[in-house]
């Protein structure tokens, strides 16, 4: 398996409720390198354009809502596998269904505040780093 990059968010219920620090501390214990790293607060635009492949979804206007309501943090992982590994270690996104140990087993507050995103391939790993990424801010 290749060395790889994937795309994470730290979302705005885990950045309110101060998990950031835990989640930051996982992500190294699972091996990631942090490539990109920054807090910000998204705009219901990007939030409608970061999630569009949702628009048609009943949750899409609540989860834009969500997504826009305070900071979050965002983040570039690099390590071999990196998307499948931080999707493990995310968990199910539902957390009735996360398993143990899993960010949104250990953080989530439903399936929708569920404190964590990450990338489900490599087109879209690529996009979704351009979409809040400059070059120069990945070292
Ligand atoms: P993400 O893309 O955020 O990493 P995911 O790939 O596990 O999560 P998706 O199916 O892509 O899940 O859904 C995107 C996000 O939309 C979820 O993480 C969650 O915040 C929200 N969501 C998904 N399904 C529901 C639902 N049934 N009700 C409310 N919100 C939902
Ligand atoms: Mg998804």
Redesign the pocket.
Known sequence: MAVERTYAMI?PDAVTNGHTGRILSIIQEHGFKIIGLKQKSISPAEAEAF?AV?RE?P?YA??VT?MSEGPSVLLVLEREDAIKKWREA?GA?NPANAADGTIRKLFAES????A???S?APETAAQEIQFFFSASELL
């Open positions: 979302k999630y949702h979804r949750f609540s989860l969500f995310m996104t399936i929708e505040r569920n964590a995103h990450g489900d």
